[in-house]
């Protein structure tokens, strides 16, 4: 199953469900079934609206472990920022991130791990696709929305499972990297080697992920919106202890981790707290007003 949990808006059409294929490029355009959170199909298993990202070329010159550049038969479709799967011509793989793209030059964040021969023998291929969603598929607001994959990589037949939600608002993960810079300047320096060029992405990713599952486990549903500060300051608290746990120095002025990590959770508590009560009025017939019954309503059911 994906790690990720995306969001949709309710009753828009050709949003794009995204997904990234971790054994390698399916061989032909994957198919994806569409089910609601009790197994009802919503969209049946199809290839018909999936789309499969197109990069898939090969290394034209010979590049040594630690290079950092790769000159490839052609770079058409390729992204900068994206992370893309290498296959060398005698079957070891590693995935690179490409930072730049000049004619059919691409520059990567990481040194290279292998050394590659070039002349076309080694693959460089994006494993991303991406569904595009049907009006039927968010027609409805839902919780728990499963999205089946099925695919085929080396002659080896898999199936992947995504879970998402459709929502009256999408809420973005405020941990984006300019306010992280302001709250924690001297962090990027302490980024770890393995996340290098990342910029804490997948911290941040975590952060959010953890802040959702509790706003779902305390059936958080899906009309009302938190106040948008009160959740920045729930998930910095979040991810200030991802980093303390995985070594970063976030904060100071504590004698042992233990007691900073003590301070952390309490923070974590207090902030749980002050987002529950930004809450706003539950809107249940969507009609732009909240009637007494929904507003009683809140008292015991809490919505997004």
Same mark, same amino acid.
């Given at each position: 199953?994906?790690?990720?949990?995306?969001?949709?808006?309710?009753?828009?059409?050709? $949003?794009?469900?995204?997904?990234?294929?971790?054994?390698?490029?399916? *061989? =032909?355009?994957?198919?994806?079934?569409?089910?609601?959170?009790?197994?009802?199909?919503? *969209? @049946?298993?199809? %290839?018909?609206?999936? #789309?499969?990202?197109?990069?898939?070329?090969?290394? =034209?010159?010979?590049?040594?472990?630690?290079?950092?550049?790769? #000159?490839?038969?052609?770079?058409?479709?390729?992204?900068?920022?994206?992370?893309?799967?290498?296959?060398?011509?005698?079957?070891?793989?590693?995935?690179?991130?490409?930072?730049?793209?000049?004619?059919?030059?691409? %520059?990567?964040?990481?040194?290279?791990?292998?050394?590659?021969?070039? @002349?076309?023998? +080694? #693959?460089?291929?994006? %494993?991303?696709?991406?569904?595009?969603?049907?009006?039927?598929?968010?027609?409805?607001?839902?919780?728990?929305?499963? @999205?089946?994959?099925?695919?085929?990589?080396?002659?080896?037949?898999?199936?992947?499972? $995504?879970?998402?939600?459709?929502?009256?608002?999408?809420?973005?993960?405020?941990?984006?990297? +300019?306010?992280?810079?302001?709250?924690?300047?001297?962090?990027?320096? $302490?980024? $770890?080697?393995?996340?290098?060029?990342?910029?804490?992405?997948?911290?941040?990713?975590? =952060?959010?992920?953890?802040?959702?599952?509790?706003?779902?486990?305390?059936?958080?549903?899906?009309?009302?919106?938190?106040?948008?500060?009160?959740?920045?300051?729930?998930?910095?608290?979040?991810?200030?202890?991802? !980093?303390?746990?995985?070594?970063?120095?976030?904060?100071?002025?504590?004698?042992?981790?233990?007691?900073? !990590?003590?301070?952390?959770?309490?923070?974590?508590?207090?902030?749980?707290?002050?987002?529950?009560?930004?809450? *706003? =009025?539950? +809107? @249940?017939?969507? *009609?732009?007003?909240? +009637?007494?019954?929904?507003?009683?309503?809140?008292?015991? #059911?809490?919505?997004?």
């Amino acid at each position: 199953m994906s790690d990720s949990r995306s969001e949709f808006l309710k009753a828009v059409a050709l $949003q794009r469900l995204n997904v990234v294929f971790p054994e390698g490029r399916p *061989s =032909a355009t994957p198919s994806v079934e569409i089910k609601d959170s009790g197994g009802v199909i919503i *969209s @049946a298993d199809a %290839t018909t609206n999936v #789309t499969q990202d197109t990069v898939n070329t090969t290394v =034209a010159s010979a590049a040594a472990i630690g290079a950092e550049v790769l #000159t490839l038969a052609s770079a058409v479709g390729i992204v900068a920022g994206r992370t893309y799967r290498l296959t060398s011509a005698d079957g070891p793989v590693e995935d690179v991130r490409v930072l730049e793209i000049s004619g059919a030059v691409v %520059t990567l964040d990481e040194p290279l791990a292998r050394a590659y021969a070039g @002349a076309g023998s +080694d #693959t460089f291929q994006s %494993t991303r696709a991406y569904y595009t969603m049907q009006t039927v598929d968010v027609a409805q607001l839902r919780e728990g929305m499963q @999205a089946t994959w099925t695919y085929v990589v080396d002659s080896l037949n898999y199936t992947l499972r $995504q879970i998402f939600d459709v929502v009256l608002h999408v809420l973005p993960n405020p941990l984006t990297r +300019d306010a992280l810079a302001i709250e924690y300047p001297d962090v990027f320096s $302490q980024e $770890q080697y393995e996340n290098r060029g990342s910029d804490f992405q997948r911290q941040r990713d975590l =952060a959010w992920s953890q802040v959702n599952a509790w706003l779902r486990k305390r059936k958080v549903r899906l009309a009302l919106v938190p106040d948008d500060a009160d959740l920045m300051e729930l998930a910095r608290w979040h991810l200030t202890g991802i !980093l303390t746990r995985s070594g970063i120095e976030v904060l100071r002025g504590f004698d042992d981790q233990e007691s900073m !990590l003590r301070y952390i959770d309490e923070k974590i508590e207090t902030a749980r707290e002050e987002s529950i009560s930004g809450l *706003s =009025a539950y +809107d @249940a017939d969507e *009609s732009g007003d909240s +009637d007494e019954d929904e507003v009683a309503d809140e008292r015991l #059911t809490w919505y997004r």
